[in-house]
């Protein structure tokens, strides 16, 4: 294990480990090979010098055929990890996703398989603008047959992505933005991290705190501030939005006895939606308060940073919730 690595350096671990190990592995995207930068962030880059551009090829701009490409090579045996730059492009190339790489295993009785990873990035935090930092995942959540990844560490990235390039089905790898360069625990070689199981980050017994992505380190350092007052808060980090870990998820919430949900996805009919529903359906009875869903506010993300700051679910905002939510002294 490597003492630390950011998520950049984790996820190029992965994909050259992957490919080290696997001749039938493929990179593709905008920008990916060295002669362009290896990728916008770095995140491919050494990959086309060592594998060569035949095994990591930089595309034209075009998110359809970039995943028609990806699509197809899997087709013939090949193993795609293709990048879609940035999350809100992925809308470009919906009809590759939702009707294709999705469904092909359904439409052919389990004949074909789609092994493509699809790697995107996203993240308010940058003053992007709307068009650039949208949190899909709900979206892709709802199509069966797609597999939806949100890693909040390097080395979960690491294990995930070896994870999703060894899955028959197309797999959405969600690459936070602002937790990109964050240093964190280094990966361990070779060690995949199972989709749909989510991680209890720290155990707790008076609130669970149910989150994944980038938010889950902030709310890790607030769980050990509140600690001092003595409220305990069980923070499990989802890791993988599709599948759900309802399991654990219903474990943890059974134990406390309170829940809340936090992403900075849209709050409205975002994943904390189907999470919340699932926890009445179980454990309406074993609650001491309704469950509390805290996620970014229903606009395009604002370009102004003050503005866009306040779009996302705060700190405060989560603090407030636990203390609303944590059993009363006697």
Known sequence: ?????????????????????????????????????????????????????????????????????????????????????????????????????????????????????????????????????????????????????????????????????????????????PALFTPGPGADRGKKIPIGKAKIVREGRDVSIIAYGRIVQAIAGLADKLSGEGLSIELLDLRTVSPLDMDGILASVDKTGAAIVVHEAVKKFGPGAEICSAIYEALFDRLRAPVIRLGARYAPVPFSQPLETASLPSLDEVEAAVRRLAPKPN
């Open 1 to 177: 294990m490597s003492a630390t690595m950011t998520m950049v350096e984790a996820i190029n671990l992965a994909l050259h480990d992957s490919m080290e190990s696997d001749e039938t592995i493929l990179v593709l995207g905008e920008d990916v090979a060295d002669t362009e930068g290896g990728g916008v962030v770095g995140i491919t880059k050494g990959l086309s010098t060592r594998f060569g551009v035949e095994r990591v090829r930089s595309t034209p701009i075009s998110e359809q055929a970039i995943i028609g490409a990806a699509i197809g090579a899997s087709l013939i045996g090949f193993k795609p990890v293709a990048e879609i730059m940035l999350m809100n492009f992925t809308t470009v190339a919906s009809d590759m996703i939702v009707n294709h790489a999705a469904k092909l295993r359904f439409m052919s009785g389990g004949q074909t398989s789609v092994p493509i990873v699809i790697r995107t990035m996203t993240g308010a935090g940058f003053g992007n603008g709307g068009q650039h930092s949208d949190y899909l995942e709900a979206w892709f959540a709802h199509i069966a047959g797609l597999k939806v990844v949100l890693p909040s560490n390097p080395a979960d990235a690491y294990g995930l992505m070896l994870s999703c390039i060894d899955d028959p089905d197309p797999c959405i790898f969600v690459e936070t933005l």
